[in-house]
């Protein structure tokens, strides 16, 4: 790993730990491409905190165009959160009980601070039976939907994927969720927030995760395609520390039902390995703690990360990742065979019959366990 990029990850935390500003300064100790720190900070989207972390040691030019870059994030965000409290209300007032995550919420739990997370959308979740009617509510908003209602592949549609996408003509989009992973994708360790707070943008009470459930969300976002990205590994490190011991064995509960326990201790090992995060005493988690088959994953989490600037890792390292987090050796030979048949969603939207006759022979794979 480049200096360059072991910097972009220690300052990718908006609060990195003592242990992290002390890698950092051994790191500005060295020679540095402070180009190269800018492109990879832009490629793992995490140029907020890499500026507030690293401004007073940047030379002047880099420091000049990393601050444009991030003025020109923070107008977004402040747009993207005003545009939020304005759908959660329409939803809310037509009684729809919509949560949002990730985007400004997230930033706004995590830092207390909307324009300190980059995010190019907007994600709600609603229940599933009230999907079709929250697309209408925000049709009017000039929000339109990228799946027709009505038909059996509409409907079936909503049992392989987790989401439809609703753009906007100012550029923007809402991912409308009834669930957080396609079919495929599953097992994963949230299907229903148990416990909603709220947090306030623009005055407005935007319901959202608890930090238990917030905690499981992040763990099956990086199992899914969080682990090969700075962002990911800083605001799961940044979700695990906020938990107490009794919210994180809820965690474990919680991910253990799902049969994805293993998930769990690959993010809290990720998050010690990363950004020695401080995760709470019944975590039990330490640097080169764990069985072997975890550190081999954080082994190749670090290699997707390295690889990532050329691309999205490939599907096959990807898939190997994810089943190494699988408790159930049946439940891997299941996961593999139904993600690699399964529909994909461009396939549902291109030649959604195709798409269906798929989906009748894949979907008896799907992992429902409540």
Not at 30 to 41: E, I, K, P
Not at 88 to 103: E, H, V
Not at 123 to 143: F, K, M, S, T
């Given at each position: 790993?480049?200096?360059?990029?072991?910097?972009?990850?220690?300052?990718?935390?908006?609060?990195?730990?003592?242990?992290?500003?002390?890698?950092?300064?051994?790191?500005?100790?060295?020679?540095?491409?402070?180009?190269?720190?800018?492109?990879?900070?832009?490629?793992?989207?995490?140029?907020?905190?890499?500026?507030?972390?690293?401004?007073?040691?940047?030379?002047?030019?880099?420091?000049?165009?990393?601050?444009?870059?991030?003025?020109?994030?923070?107008?977004?965000?402040?747009?993207?959160?005003?545009?939020?409290?304005?759908?959660?209300?329409?939803?809310?007032?037509?009684?729809?009980?919509?949560?949002?995550?990730?985007?400004?919420?997230?930033?706004?739990?995590?830092?207390?601070?909307?324009?300190?997370?980059?995010?190019?959308?907007?994600?709600?979740?609603?229940?599933?039976?009230?999907?079709?009617?929250?697309?209408?509510?925000?049709?009017?908003?000039?929000?339109?939907?990228?799946?027709?209602?009505?038909?059996?592949?509409?409907?079936?549609y909503l049992d392989s994927e987790c989401e439809l996408m609703?753009?906007?003509?100012?550029?923007?989009?809402?991912?409308?969720?009834?669930?957080?992973?396609?079919?495929?994708?599953?097992?994963?360790?949230?299907?229903?927030?148990?416990?909603?707070?709220?947090?306030?943008?623009?005055?407005?009470?935007?319901?959202?995760?608890?930090?238990?459930?917030?905690?499981?969300?992040?763990?099956?976002?990086?199992?899914?395609?969080?682990?090969?990205?700075?962002?990911?590994?800083?605001?799961?490190?940044?979700?695990?520390?906020?938990?107490?011991?009794?919210?994180?064995?809820?965690?474990?509960?919680?991910?253990?039902?799902?049969?994805?326990?293993?998930?769990?201790?690959?993010?809290?090992?990720?998050?010690?390995?990363?950004?020695?995060?401080?995760?709470?005493?019944?975590?039990?988690?330490?640097?080169?703690?764990?069985?072997?088959?975890?550190?081999?994953?954080?082994?190749?989490?670090?290699?997707?990360?390295?690889?990532?600037?050329?691309?999205?890792?490939?599907?096959?390292?990807?898939?190997?990742?994810?089943?190494?987090?699988?408790?159930?050796?049946?439940?891997?030979?299941?996961?593999?065979?139904?993600?690699?048949?399964?529909?994909?969603?461009?396939?549902?939207?291109?030649?959604?019959?195709?798409?269906?006759?798929?989906?009748?022979?894949?979907?008896?794979?799907?992992?429902?366990?409540?």
């Amino acid at each position: 790993m480049t200096p360059e990029l072991q910097l972009v990850i220690a300052a990718a935390r908006v609060r990195p730990s003592p242990l992290a500003m002390d890698r950092i300064a051994q790191i500005l100790a060295g020679t540095l491409d402070w180009s190269l720190v800018l492109a990879l900070a832009a490629a793992h989207s995490v140029r907020p905190p890499v500026l507030k972390n690293l401004a007073a040691f940047m030379p002047t030019g880099q420091r000049d165009r990393l601050q444009s870059e991030c003025a020109a994030i923070s107008a977004h965000n402040l747009l993207l959160a005003g545009e939020l409290a304005h759908v959660m209300t329409a939803l809310t007032n037509a009684g729809i009980p919509a949560l949002a995550f990730k985007g400004p919420v997230l930033a706004q739990q995590l830092h207390g601070d909307v324009t300190l997370r980059e995010f190019s959308d907007l994600d709600i979740q609603a229940p599933r039976h009230l999907i079709w009617q929250a697309v209408e509510i925000l049709r009017p908003l000039g929000y339109e939907c990228e799946l027709g209602r009505g038909g059996r592949a509409a409907e079936a549609y909503l049992d392989s994927e987790c989401e439809l996408m609703l753009t906007h003509p100012a550029g923007h989009s809402v991912d409308l969720h009834w669930a957080f992973s396609a079919s495929f994708y599953r097992p994963f360790p949230l299907l229903v927030p148990s416990h909603p707070q709220s947090v306030q943008l623009f005055g407005a009470e935007i319901r959202t995760f608890s930090p238990a459930d917030c905690a499981l969300f992040a763990i099956g976002h990086f199992y899914r395609h969080g682990c090969w990205s700075a962002k990911g590994v800083a605001d799961t490190a940044a979700v695990l520390e906020r938990l107490s011991s009794d919210q994180w064995l809820q965690v474990l509960d919680a991910a253990a039902a799902m049969g994805c326990r293993r998930m769990v201790l690959f993010a809290a090992r990720a998050a010690v390995h990363f950004h020695q995060a401080r995760l709470p005493p019944a975590a039990g988690i330490g640097p080169g703690s764990g069985p072997k088959w975890l550190a081999g994953a954080v082994a190749a989490c670090e290699r997707m990360i390295v690889n990532s600037t050329a691309g999205t890792p490939g599907a096959i390292p990807r898939l190997r990742l994810r089943l190494s987090q699988i408790d159930s050796p049946l439940a891997r030979i299941r996961h593999a065979t139904h993600w690699l048949v399964a529909p994909r969603k461009a396939l549902w939207l291109s030649h959604p019959k195709p798409a269906l006759l798929l989906h009748c022979l894949t979907h008896p794979l799907a992992d429902r366990r409540p």
